[in-house]
């Protein structure tokens, strides 16, 4: 089973008919084929960390960024910096 987006919309990804890229491709159901861009409407997700077009899990963040988001916070310490050995954790 494929997770649902928002408004139910599942999420199915595929090769675009035009440009060719593997993405989510709307419009939702059986006969998608185009991607959010070649068929002019906006994407139904899509992360403002890195724009990628992923399920959003925290502040508009895919997984992957939310994960580096959360790491950086608990990493960081109270003046704002983080230590140079949690450096190497972080990164």
């Given at each position: 089973m494929r997770p649902l987006l928002q408004g139910g919309a599942r999420q199915a990804w595929d090769l675009c008919r035009l440009c060719e890229e593997r993405r989510l491709v709307s419009p939702p159901g059986p006969g998608a084929n185009l991607c959010c861009d070649c068929a002019g409407v906006p994407p139904l997700a899509r992360c403002k960390g890195c724009g990628a077009e992923?399920?959003?899990?925290?502040?508009?963040?895919?997984?992957?960024?939310?994960?580096?988001?959360?790491?950086?916070?608990?990493?960081?310490?109270?003046?704002?910096?983080?230590?140079?050995?949690l450096v190497p954790v972080y990164e």
């Open positions: 992923e399920r959003l899990y925290w502040h508009s963040l895919c997984a992957r960024c939310a994960l580096a988001e959360r790491a950086r916070q608990l990493l960081t310490g109270p003046a704002g910096s983080m230590s140079e050995r």
